[in-house]
Every structure is written in structure tokens, then in C-alpha cells.
């Protein structure tokens, strides 16, 4: 998977399904969970096959997870910040979060 | 930070991306005097080339590469010009009367723009094998940007896959930053040179001639390279090994990321929403914006600059951008003095010259464009190979109808992933061409919003009674 | 195609053309259908896919008991369509709502549908008007804008699109020639046949069905029939996937058995296929966040206008020509809730060559004349 380069910004703690994870100030939520080698941030809404950040550049959608209560939101363009709680995205969207 | 609230309802010039092209775009017509905005959806400019440009955490320079550090000078200039560069910005809405509609931290607003360039870049092609679902694939692009952006290098296990330059440019990045590849399988059909070779005089003169050897070298030295005309990706939960086979004999790769990529294509969808005319190109197997020699589109008032415009790399993007630029602003400021075209106009065909023959020889095979079977055509609503062939050969002869029968294209990534499978496989299907077939017909908005964001948009008495009767 | 004769060509592919050529193929019939290509404008891939009762029937009595005749027909059509091809159409028939937002809108309601059941031979079909506590206990996320609406029973909805997919496949199926961009350019009644002239070529059949929406305006006088029409645009907001959440449709919004949440239901003059009225998609957003404001965070995926296929009236045309024996018109608005009617009621009398009138007469274009004369 993954490694950081020594150069790599602070760190930003986030929670990733409740558990702590430590993000680097700069990454997005998609490149914090594959830097945190998680597998993958969703299930699809058609077969329940998992998908995990495919292009980093917004335009495949598959990292698409719950972003502090918010779903459907593009792992890939958001910037983490301290304190984010980060949820992986099962199926279908829950209206009303 | 500028807040969706506080952007003015109009401004003469609208450029949409911030990588070279909107970057050069936006520092010419701002020098100028126009009042210019640049929305990029990214949390910084560069765009995908010169990504995270001015904030990238890796300092060493020789990792990436000078040409990557060009893009601080465009970032700098265009910084210091006066336009507004709001990034974050995602616009989702682009229509005939250039209204432009974005979306920034959560909110809506509509904007009315006396001229638009579009430089929204370019995006990977679609590389359909079995199995590319599967978490652990990715594309080389990827890879790409997670080391320029947040200085992630791939470690152990890893096997890039397809053919072009910025495979072979992310293998040097990599082997460079200290990341590890296992092998490198390349999928270019041999034959490819039978064509390219008439453009190769053309390609010895170009910039791009000494530095593709160079790189040819750098990575070949050091990573184990396999030729290939089939690959899967296999696993369950997550991918765990590699099959591939050239000319029938059968290897097999355990990996934990399997890094694919078969060169770019232009990244059409606020273009073609926006109702701006495409054509076919045969040589780069995609669709591309009907242009004049000002990057005009058929939209008026709209130009479609950079990698957009047509593949042509970073260098000639900011040239294509500064164009534009120039045409809207004398569309726009008669009286505002500008950078005579001609200079400009020379350094990109210099830039183009080579292009043909990198097109013709990195042109993807049409096994790797094609697929077949269960593979999976569109990732969003899980539409196979199978499902799109037999639909075809139902009657079926137009993407936008094979949409409504299938769902493909109906996902969030609006077909980006899927379109220009889709047409092939109904051309190949109902044997025609891709041109003949067409591309599905995109609407707003070209990325989501959501439902409260559009509630909140001006309401005209009309346009309430359209709805409430 | 040349020498090839058909027993009836169906002429338009969309949702009525293809239940009216599946009818036809059940009776035995030899049967073409002649489309547009992958650009037509096509209200069967712009549609809102209910099969609606409520609201039916105000202005022509007799259109209440056709649609609910259809209404009924519906589940047995779509076993039948899942027989031959396996694939569900997911239509139900839960009952279904016309939200009000202001008790201004309520009381429209209610008038019209006084007015509706005000009408002499009309059918009674038992909708009710709900205050906002009895329609919460069917729609329990409705916000506290919502101040009650109207609830029939009959109404219902079906996934259209797949719909689509699967009349066109149960086409295949039964051998039924489908020629995709063979748009009809001239149609001529000769030696007993008719000739339908079109860009590949001439296609002859001895019957003619006109199922070509708004383009049979255009053909209909060809046969010596008439089909006045009136288009107009209308404009939808589609949103991403969804767990369920409503288990009823309303007339402006409902889930599809697939997530996602259309909401719509505009009318503008515009017959501007490509154009798309922002202001319009923001109303319709609006008004689905004050109906359901669980709503508000969902992400909309995909906005889009269609023409609506409208007759000058509103009202279907089923016509015999008197001048061209053989040559019918089957043309309406609501091509997904008569869809059974299509299949299973129309396409038999045209396989028998002639409409039944104690069921259609109602529905025949000599109707505009008797109102100019009056």
C-alpha cells in the first residue's frame, strides 16, 4: 500500500468509524484513509460490493463516505481537520444524514 | 476565504480549473484588466499536472521533477494578477447564456459571466478489466497525485499496468521517492509502431523527444517490464493478485495495488452540458469540443481551453489558455493592450508537434477499451460488458437510449467512467463508429449538489408558477 | 427491408408504440416498428413513471373509467411482461398522495375534486381529502409545511425506464423487427398496402398504428386522420440512491424501487428539448424540502427537461380512419399508466381491424369539431 514520505505536515487527528487515526495536515479524507492502509469506504448501493478511492482527482465517486454526519461527500477533494469524524458508507444513503 | 455569499452575481470572465490552462488564463486576462474569476475545485491550483503546486510536501526537487515545478511560476503569476482564485469551487451548472453555477462550502450561487473558458483538464481513460473495482486498483493518476499532494509513495506489491507517459513518468516519480514496483505490464500493442513511425521525425523535434527516452531508461533499468494483452484484477474483498497473459502463456502477481493507465482523454461534461458541439477523434479515441483557432466553442462566448481542447500536455494547456484569454479579452476590453498571439501560437505547435506520434504509439488496444463478458463497463450502477453488447444488439443504437434501458451513465459520476466504453461498445456492437454513435447528452448539474443547495437559487414569478398550479 | 410486408407497422418506439406492438405480436400480427434514432426527443425516457388515477377523468368523464381500467390491468401486464422476459417492471399500487403546502392549495384541491366527482357518469374513485396528522401516519417524514392533501387508493407506480427495457426486450423476444432510426417521412395508401417512406427506405404494411407522440400531429392527416396537439415542457430533479423512506408516491415526488427520489412535475410553454430552466428545478427542489425536509442534505444527481406528449385537450386520441381503412392513431399523454389499456385492449381491436366503440368512442379527434360547432 502506501507510505508516507518523511516530509509529510503535522498531524491531524480524525476518527475513521469511531476509530482514531492519525491524518497529516494537507490530506484529504481520501488520501488519510489509504495512508491509514483502510481497505475500503463504502459499499455500493447496486450489489454491496466494496469500493475504496479509485482516481483522487473527483471524478470516479468511489470514495464516497459520511463525513461528519454528512453523506455522500467526495473523500477525495475534502481537506481533513482535527476532530473529523469520518464514516464508511454502507449501500444506499440514510435520508437525514 | 471567500464565501459563496460574498461572490459578485456577475463578472466578465469566468475560467473554470485551475491547472495550467485556467492558471494562465486567468493571471493574462486579470494583467488585462478584465475582472476574472477562477473557480478550481481542488483545495489548491495546479490541477492535476502541477497538483498541489504551491503546498506540496515533497521538497525534494529531483522527485518529481522540474517540469512539475514550471507550474510554480504559473501559480505565482496568475496569484499576483488580480484575478480571484477561489478554490474548493465546484461548478456544476454551465449553460448558453454562460450562467455559472458553483457550489462552495455547501452553498449555491448563480453568476453571470460575460465570457467562460472551461479549462477543466483531462481525465484518465477508462481502463475496463475484469476485477478494476476491486478496492486496491487504482489508477496511475492516483498514485500520481497522492505523492505530489501528500507525499504518499507505493510500497511493496505494487504492479502498474497500461501504457503512456504518465506511466512511465509515475514509475520514475516513485523509484525516485523511494516506493517500490514490482513490474510494470505493458499493454501497448507492438503494432502501434507501424503507425507511429511516419510521425516520428515530427516527435525527435518536440521537447517531449529526449525526455520520454530518458524515462524510458530511468524506469527500465530498474523495474521488471512484461508485455501483455490480457490482465485481471482477483480478489474478493479487496485485490489480490494480478493475472496476465501475453500471447496465451499465463503469469500471475500477488499485489495490494494494482496501478492502472491508457492515457488521458478530455474531461467533456460541463462542456457538453453546456451544449458546446463535439466530434470523434480517431487518433486519440475520444470526443473533443468542436473549436476555432481561439479555443471558441460552438457555445458563444465559451472557450475550451487545455487538455480539454484536445490531449496536448501541460505546456501547450497554458499556451491554449493564454489564446483564449486573449480572445475574451478583446471580446470583452477592446481598448486593453494584450500579448501579440502569434509568439504564443508558435510555441504551441511546437509543443503539439510530437503528438501524433505519442498518440499513435500509446493508442490502447482495443481489448483494453473494449471489454467483454461480466466486466464491468460502468463502476456507478454496476452495468456490464454483457448487458451493454446484448442491449445493442437488441436495436439499441445510441448511448443515451442505452442509459434509460440500463442505468449506465446514471450514477454520480455522471459517465465519466463509463461514456466513451459505452459508445464503443455499441460502435463495435452494431459495427459503426464511435462518431456515428454519439455520447449521452449531460445535464446540470455536472456534479452533485444538494437538494437545499438548489432550493436556495433566485426563483423568478414565473418560474414558481411553472411549478405550483 | 425491401419486400418484406408486415400486417401492421407501429410507427414511434416509445412506450406506447412498443405496448401497442407487444398487444399487436400476442395477437399473431407480423409487426415492424419504425423509431427515431439515440437523439429523439422521447417523453418514455422523460417521464415520471406513476400510474395515476387521482385528477383523471376532469373536463371527459369517461377518461376517469379508461384509466382506471388500465389502472387495473396494470399487475396482470406486468406478470405477464415478467413471464416473457423475467424482468420486473416493479410496478405498486400502494395508494397515493397530492401534497399541499398552504391550505390556499388545499382548498384548490378539494375543489377540483368536487368538480371531478361533480360530473355526470363520472366513476367514483374514492379519494379522500387528509389533514396533516391523518397523512403523517402514512407519510411519516412529512415536514410541518405539509398541511394535508388528497389520497386515492388506486394510484400507484411502476419503474418506467425498465419498463421501457422491457417491452423493447419482450419485443425481441417475440420477433417483432425493430428498426431504430427509420423515422417516417411520408405514408401513402396504395394497391391496399400502406408505404411508409422513410430515410432507409420504404417499409409496407396493411395496417398502420400511429404511436409517434407529438409527431402525429404531423402524420395523422397523411391517413386522413387528426391528431392536434399541444407539447409542453416539463422538468425533473433526480436525486443520488437511497434507503426507502416513502412508501407512497406523490404526484411530485416519489422513490423509485432503485433509491433514488424524482421530483418534478413543471409546465412550460418551451418544446426546447435541450434548454433547462434553473429557476424551475430550484421551485420544484424547494417545494420537495418543505414536503420531506429530511431531504435538504441529499445530494441531486441529474436534472432534466422533456417534451410532454399533450393532446389540445389533454384527453387520448384512439381513431379508425374512415378515408384510409387499416390506419389507427394511438396517442396520449399518460403512455405509462395506459400502457395495459395499449397492450391489451387497444392492440387486439387494431389486430381485429377496427376500435371498439362502446370503449373508445369517447377518445376520437372528431371530439375537437363538436366543440368548435358548439
Same mark, same amino acid.
Given at each position: ?10 498531524a491531524? &487527528?480524525?476518527?475513521? +468509524?469511531?476509530?482514531?487515526? $492519525?491524518?497529516?495536515? /494537507?490530506?484529504?479524507? @481520501?488520501?488519510?484513509?489509504l &495512508?491509514?492502509?483502510? +481497505?475500503?469506504?463504502?459499499? $455500493?448501493?447496486?450489489? /454491496?460490493?466494496?469500493? @475504496?478511492?479509485?482516481c ?9 463516505? $459520511? ?20 464514516? $464508511? ?9 | ?36 474569476v ?41 496569484k ?12 456544476w ?16 450561487r ?7 473558458i ?10 475496463p478489466?475484469p ?27 505494487t ?52 525526455k ?98 484536445g ?14 484569454a ?5 471580446a ?36 483494453f ?17 454483457k448487458?451493454?453488447?446484448?442491449t ?78 | ?18 405496448a ?13 416498428v419504425?423509431d ?9 425516457r ?54 399541499c ?6 382548498e ?22 387528509l389533514?396533516h ?8 417524514d ?8 388528497s389520497?386515492c ?10 419498463l ?18 427509420h423515422?417516417v ?16 427506405g420504404?417499409?409496407r ?16 392527416p ?8 399541444k ?23 416519489r ?28 421551485t ?37 380512419s ?24 387497444i ?7 377496427a ?20
Open positions: 500500500m502506501f507510505k508516507r514520505l518523511a516530509d509529510s505536515g503535522p491531524i &487527528a480524525i476518527t475513521v +468509524d469511531g476509530k482514531k487515526v $492519525t491524518a497529516r495536515a /494537507g490530506d484529504t479524507v @481520501a488520501a488519510a484513509l &495512508a491509514a492502509g483502510i +481497505d475500503h469506504c463504502r459499499t $455500493t448501493p447496486v450489489t /454491496g460490493a466494496p469500493r @475504496a478511492p479509485y483522487l482527482m473527483g471524478v470516479c465517486f468511489d470514495c464516497l463516505v $459520511t463525513v461528519d454526519g454528512v453523506g455522500s461527500r467526495q473523500g477525495c477533494l475534502i481537506p481533513v481537520h482535527d476532530g473529523m469524524k469520518v464514516e $464508511t458508507q454502507l449501500g444506499r444513503r440514510e435520508a437525514g444524514r | 476565504m471567500i464565501a459563496a455569499a460574498d461572490l459578485a452575481s456577475s463578472c466578465d470572465l469566468v475560467v473554470i480549473g485551475g491547472g495550467p490552462a485556467g492558471l494562465a488564463a486567468a493571471a493574462l486576462a486579470a494583467r488585462a484588466g478584465v475582472s476574472t477562477l473557480f478550481d475545485e481542488n483545495p489548491g491550483v495546479g490541477g492535476q499536472i502541477y497538483r498541489a503546486i504551491t503546498s506540496t510536501p515533497v521538497s525534494d526537487r529531483a522527485i518529481l521533477g522540474e517540469d512539475y515545478w514550471d507550474g510554480a511560476a504559473l501559480a505565482a503569476e496568475a499576483a494578477s488580480g484575478a480571484l482564485i477561489v478554490n474548493g469551487a465546484t461548478v451548472s454551465l449553460d448558453r447564456q454562460r450562467l455559472v453555477g458553483v457550489s462552495l462550502g455547501g452553498k449555491a448563480l453568476i453571470e459571466a460575460g465570457r467562460v472551461i479549462a477543466t483538464g483531462s481525465q484518465e481513460r477508462p481502463f478489466i476485477g478494476w473495482t476491486l478496492p486496491g486498483v487504482m489508477t496511475a493518476g492516483a498514485a500520481q497525485t497522492a505523492l505530489k499532494a501528500h507525499g504518499l509513495v507505493v510500497g511493496a506489491r504492479v502498474l499496468a497500461g501504457g503512456g507517459p504518465l506511466l512511465w513518468l509515475l514509475a520514475a516519480q516513485t523509484l525516485r521517492a523511494g516506493g517500490t514496483i514490482d513490474a510494470i505490464l505493458d499493454t501497448t500493442p507492438r503494432r502501434n509502431w507501424l503507425q507511429a513511425i511516419l510521425h516520428l521525425p515530427d516527435f525527435a523535434l518536440s521537447p517531449y523527444f529526449a520520454g527516452l530518458a524515462l524510458l531508461r530511468e524506469v527500465r533499468g530498474r523495474v521488471r517490464v512484461h508485455r501483455a494483452d490480457r490482465i485481471e484484477a482477483v480478489g474478493t474483498d479487496r485485490v489480490r493478485e494480478v493475472v496476465f497473459s501475453s500471447g496465451g502463456r499465463e503469469q500471475r502477481l500477488p499485489v495490494d495495488l494494482l496501478l492502472l493507465h491508457q492515457g488521458v482523454v478530455p474531461n467533456v461534461n460541463l462542456a457538453n452540458a453546456a451544449g458546446v458541439a463535439h466530434v470523434w477523434n480517431d487518433r486519440q479515441l475520444c470526443f473533443v469540443p468542436v473549436l476555432d483557432a481561439d479555443f471558441g466553442s460552438s457555445a458563444p462566448g465559451i472557450a475550451v481551453a487545455g487538455d480539454g481542447a490531449i496536448a500536455g501541460g505546456t501547450a494547456a497554458a499556451e491554449r489558455g493564454r489564446i483564449a486573449i480572445a475574451a479579452v478583446r470583452l476590453k477592446p481598448e486593453a493592450v494584450v500579448p501579440d498571439t502569434q509568439a504564443i501560437r508558435q510555441s504551441l505547435q511546437r509543443e503539439e508537434m510530437g503528438r501524433a506520434f505519442l498518440d499513435w504509439l500509446n493508442r490502447p488496444a482495443d481489448s477499451r473494449q471489454p467483454v463478458g461480466d466486466t464491468i463497463a460502468c463502476r456507478c450502477e454496476e452495468v456490464t460488458a448487458q451493454v453488447r446484448d445493442a444488439n437488441m436495436g439499441c443504437e445510441g448511448p443515451n437510449q442505452m442509459k434509460a434501458f440500463l442505468r449506465c451513465g446514471m450514477g454520480p459520476c455522471q459517465g465519466r467512467l463509463c461514456g466513451l466504453t459505452i459508445t464503443e461498445l455499441i460502435a463495435a456492437e452494431r459495427k459503426t463508429s464511435p462518431e456515428e454513435v454519439g455520447y449521452y447528452r449531460l445535464r446540470p448539474p455536472v456534479k452533485p449538489i444538494t437538494l437545499a443547495e438548489l432550493a436556495s437559487l433566485p426563483i423568478s414569478e414565473a418560474e414558481r408558477k411553472a411549478v405550483e398550479r | 427491408m425491401a419486400g418484406d410486408e408486415f400486417d401492421v407497422a407501429v410507427v414511434g418506439g416509445g412506450l406506447v408504440g412498443v401497442t406492438a407487444w398487444g399487436l405480436a400476442r395477437e399473431g400480427c407480423k409487426v415492424v419504425l427515431e434514432g439515440d437523439r429523439a426527443v422521447r417523453a418514455s422523460g417521464n415520471f413513471a406513476l400510474v395515476w388515477v387521482q385528477s383523471k377523468g376532469l373536463g371527459l368523464a369517461p377518461y376517469a373509467g379508461w384509466t382506471i381500467r388500465s389502472s387495473n390491468a396494470w399487475r396482470g401486464f406486468s406478470d405477464l411482461l415478467k413471464q416473457e422476459t423475467g424482468l420486473d417492471v416493479s410496478f405498486q399500487r400502494p395508494g397515493g398522495f397530492h401534497l403546502l398552504s391550505e390556499k392549495e388545499l384548490t384541491r378539494a375543489n377540483n375534486l368536487r368538480r371531478l366527482h361533480n360530473q355526470p357518469g363520472i366513476v367514483d374513485y374514492k379519494t379522500e381529502i389533514d396528522d391523518q397523512v403523517r401516519k402514512m407519510l411519516p412529512i415536514g410541518p409545511e405539509g398541511v394535508g392533501g389520497f387508493p388506486l394510484d400507484g407506480h411502476v419503474n418506467s425506464l425498465r421501457f427495457r422491457t417491452l423493447h426486450a419482450a419485443l425481441n423476444e417475440r420477433g417483432v423487427t425493430y428498426l431504430p432510426s423515422r417521412e411520408t405514408i401513402t395508401r396504395e394497391a391496399g398496402e400502406f408505404r411508409l417512406a422513410t430515410p432507409h420504404e417499409i404494411a396493411s395496417k398502420v398504428a400511429l404511436a409517434a407522440g407529438n409527431a402525429n400531429m404531423r402524420l395523422a397523411m391517413v386522413g386522420l387528426e391528431a392536434p396537439m407539447p409542453e415542457r416539463g422538468q425533473i430533479v433526480v436525486t443520488e440512491r437511497l434507503r426507502p423512506f416513502l412508501n407512497h408516491p406523490v404526484v411530485t415526488l422513490q423509485t424501487d432503485e433509491g433514488t427520489v424524482m421530483i418534478g412535475d413543471s409546465k412550460e410553454e418551451s418544446i426546447d428539448p435541450s434548454g433547462l430552466t434553473i429557476g424551475v428545478s430550484a420544484e427542489a424547494e417545494r420537495a424540502v418543505r414536503q420531506f425536509p429530511l431531504l435538504a442534505n441529499v445530494n441531486v444527481v441529474r436534472t432534466w427537461s422533456a417534451i410532454r406528449v399533450m393532446t389540445q385537450d389533454g384527453f387520448p386520441i384512439y381513431d379508425e374512415q378515408t384510409h381503412p387499416g390506419a389507427f392513431t394511438v396517442c396520449c399523454h399518460s403512455g405509462v399508466t395506459l400502457a395495459a389499456n395499449h397492450a391489451l385492449t392492440a387486439p381491436m387494431i389486430a381485429r381491424g376500435l371498439d366503440a362502446s370503449l373508445v368512442a369517447p377518445f376520437s379527434a372528431r371530439r375537437f369539431h363538436v366543440q368548435e360547432a358548439g
